[in-house]
């Protein structure tokens, strides 16, 4: 039995399993038992050897910056409690040393009877210009 993520399926309304055309990528991580998938514009961009299969939504964590772990777990955790939409903005830090602002954005999927089963979303580079302000409260932060 082989142990690697489940690949999405391709019949998904939702999109998410396709690459955007903005150049961006495509995620999915499976509620029931932990494991994500990532396309592979994230190992193009964060330098990830294919030859590794990333199965863990924590495989991010070393390469966000500070407080964007939280700012994906919060906006992750709003969504699945209080339906908010998931749209965060994450600095990240590229292999070379170059920070760049992703948007993650998703939406769950719940089985017949309400259960949340999969989240699946996209992401892309913002860059500069879409930078949050920091003195402006985050709409989808509970906290604000």
Do not use: C
Not at 17 to 29: D, E, F, H, Q, R
Not at 96 to 107: D, I
């Amino acid at each position: 039995m082989s142990e690697s993520a489940p690949q999405p399926s391709k019949s998904s309304a939702s999109g998410a399993n396709k690459s955007p055309g903005s150049g961006g990528g495509t995620w999915k991580l499976d509620l029931m038992n932990g494991t994500a998938w990532f396309s592979e514009w994230f190992y193009r961009r964060l330098q990830w050897p294919v030859q590794v299969n990333r199965k863990k939504l924590g495989d991010l964590q070393p390469h966000l910056l500070a407080g964007g772990w939280a700012t994906l777990l919060q906006g992750i955790r709003a969504h699945l409690e209080l339906q908010a939409p998931l749209d965060a903005k994450i600095p990240v830090q590229l292999p070379g040393g170059q920070v760049e602002w992703w948007r993650m954005q998703g939406a769950v999927e719940r089985n017949a009877f309400g259960k949340p089963m999969y989240l699946k979303g996209s992401v892309r580079d913002v860059g500069a210009d879409e930078r949050p302000d920091p003195a402006r409260p985050d709409p989808a932060d509970p906290q604000t």
